[in-house]
């Protein structure tokens, strides 16, 4: 795999992590390949597949989460060729959501990647958990509170 290739996958990596933190659903659909599988059955989701499916489950996201932020690391692409790759990605997600309760996940994504008119893509990705996830029961301070 070139040096292009490999930074254009991580990249894309980090771009999920952008869009579905700052919710721009659309954009984080277009990570994905038109038929990408997305599962998240570990963590009592759903299998989500194609964009139709995947663009529901971002506004699902968006719909309860106040703030959300994904820390992407330790990528590593374990197989290659010239339009497909196999790779881990290990991420840090924190989550706030609207009735104010803060979780943290760590997790694996269990990556397969495609070339589609010369852009990588995510064709399948499975989230593990890595550690369990941790509820913290965040008190927001009222606004002007000097906490």
């Known amino acids: 795999m070139n040096v292009e290739d490999r930074l254009e996958i991580q990249e894309l990596n980090h771009r999920y992590a952008y869009f579905v933190d700052c919710f721009e659903i659309d954009e984080w659909v277009r ?16 299998l989500f597949v194609g964009h139709d499916a995947i663009r529901r489950y971002g506004h699902d996201i968006v719909a309860v989460t106040q703030h959300a932020v994904h820390l992407m690391s330790n990528h590593i692409i374990w ?5 497909t790759a196999r790779g881990t990605v290990f991420g840090l997600v924190e989550a706030l959501s609207k009735r104010g309760e803060r979780t943290r996940y760590q997790v694996r994504y269990e990556d397969e990647y495609v070339k589609i008119a010369g852009s990588w893509k995510i064709g399948k990705r499975i989230l593990r958990k890595t550690f ?4 913290v029961n965040a008190q927001l301070p009222a606004e002007g509170s000097s906490r």
């Open 31 to 46: 990570v994905f390949a038109p038929n990408a599988i997305f599962d998240e059955r570990e963590f009592g989701n759903d």
């Open 79 to 83: 197989s290659h060729d010239f339009d």
């Open 132 to 135: 369990p996830p941790e509820t």
